[in-house]
């Protein structure tokens, strides 16, 4: 397909609607509607027993109820690095702290409409930080644990629905799961932040106040 035209119907500091025109290989034209989205990252806090993680209940007001979800934020800062965007929201948002950020992959989110792109990355070594919620829907919000053995239950049972983080912790799963001598290659560390290796003694106390999904 061939990239014709593009206008613009609407913009703002996150989104633009656009009419692209394309052409197809037997000279065809024929339009579609599509949503350009600056980006977004998406973290999954996984606890030193390499079993547990953690999640937040948050309401969305497209869907009108809360949902379960992973910690995720949009690429709204010009110039800043995807990883530092993923430090930056996982305290933001449950005020976490970690010493290790690992490759979890990429994924359009939902590549029918939107150019939407999301990267997903594991944190690891955690410690308390500041919470500090950039909105009415952050402030509101609740952290869980998960305990990644029962992923499939609860993915089954729809408690858990949110794509991105089904995919998430589906990719925490697969590296619980991978053989320890080989998940370096399949899981790269992409930055470290110094502090503890392994969660810190505030961490886990903090830790043990959290319910159970």
Known sequence: MRKVSETEKYSNSVISLVTVKFESPEGITFEREVIKHIGAVCVVPLLEDNR???VMSQFRAAMGRE???IVAGKRD???EAKEKTALRELEEEIGVRCAELLDLGEFENSPGFTDE???CFLAKSLSLG???PQSIEEKES???AVDLYDLPRLISERVITDGKTIIGLSRARDYH???PNGRESLFPILAT???NSGDSPEFKGWFKSINNL
């Open 52 to 54: 547990h993680v953690l």
């Open 130 to 132: 500041v919470k500090s």
């Open 77 to 79: 800062v010009i110039g």
């Open 67 to 69: 949902l379960i979800e």
């Open 142 to 144: 609740s952290i869980f």
């Open 177 to 179: 799961f991978a053989d």
């Open 193 to 195: 932040n110094g502090g």
């Open 117 to 119: 792109h999301s990267h």
